[in-house]
């Protein structure tokens, strides 16, 4: 059996009057990223990793911004669409470890449902994937309520 790790991170400005979606779910906030799909950095940042793993490139290659196709495209549908280009491949999930830096909301009412959300596409157990939350203690963009970063690492596996 080959294994194989792969680590991704995104970041997005937040603004105001736009949705907040994280980890595949739309959060309760009058706030949201800025970007050229839904913004959901979380899975962004989780497609960097797979995509890495497998040697496949980034999110930016299969994904452009400069695409009208992926306009305000459903960052699930993204994720989906990578885990089939490693399926593709050989290529199987293993595991997911995802940390997002985030000021405001506080995310622990929301991790159990992004982890729902998240283990099917992947297709692994829930149990599978791991999403913590931080704050940066107020410094630096993330703690002045400017933006959000996410830190993905995954483990991939091929028989």
Same mark, same amino acid.
């Given at each position: 059996?080959?294994?194989?790790?792969?680590?991704?991170?995104?970041?997005?400005?937040? *603004?105001?009057?736009?949705?907040?979606? #994280? $980890?595949? +779910?739309? /959060?309760?906030?009058?706030?949201?990223?800025?970007?050229?799909? @839904?913004?959901?950095?979380?899975?962004?940042?989780?497609?960097? *990793?797979?995509?890495?793993?497998?040697? #496949? $490139?980034? +999110?930016? /290659?299969?994904?452009?911004?400069?695409?009208?196709?992926?306009? @305000?495209?459903?960052?699930?549908?993204?994720?989906?669409?990578?885990?089939?280009?490693?399926?593709?491949?050989?290529?199987?999930?293993?595991?997911?470890?995802?940390?997002?830096?985030?000021?405001?909301?506080?995310?622990?009412?929301?991790?159990?449902?992004?982890?729902?959300?998240?283990?099917?596409?992947?297709?692994?157990?829930?149990?599978?994937?791991?999403?913590?939350?931080?704050?940066?203690?107020?410094?630096?963009?993330?703690?002045?309520?400017?933006?959000?970063?996410?830190?993905?690492?995954?483990?991939?596996?091929?028989?």
């Amino acid at each position: 059996m080959q294994i194989r790790i792969g680590q991704g991170y995104d970041v997005h400005a937040i *603004a105001d009057g736009l949705p907040m979606w #994280l $980890g595949g +779910i739309q /959060l309760p906030s009058d706030k949201g990223f800025v970007a050229h799909s @839904d913004g959901d950095v979380a899975i962004h940042a989780l497609c960097d *990793a797979l995509l890495g793993a497998a040697a #496949l $490139g980034d +999110i930016g /290659l299969h994904f452009p911004d400069s695409s009208p196709q992926w306009k @305000d495209a459903d960052s699930k549908g993204l994720l989906r669409r990578v885990v089939e280009m490693l399926s593709k491949e050989g290529w199987k999930v293993g595991n997911a470890d995802i940390t997002i830096a985030l000021q405001a909301p506080k995310l622990r009412p929301y991790i159990d449902e992004m982890r729902s959300v998240l283990a099917p596409i992947l297709g692994v157990p829930v149990d599978a994937v791991s999403v913590k939350a931080t704050t940066t203690e107020h410094l630096g963009f993330v703690g002045r309520g400017e933006g959000c970063e996410v830190w993905a690492v995954v483990l991939i596996e091929k028989d």
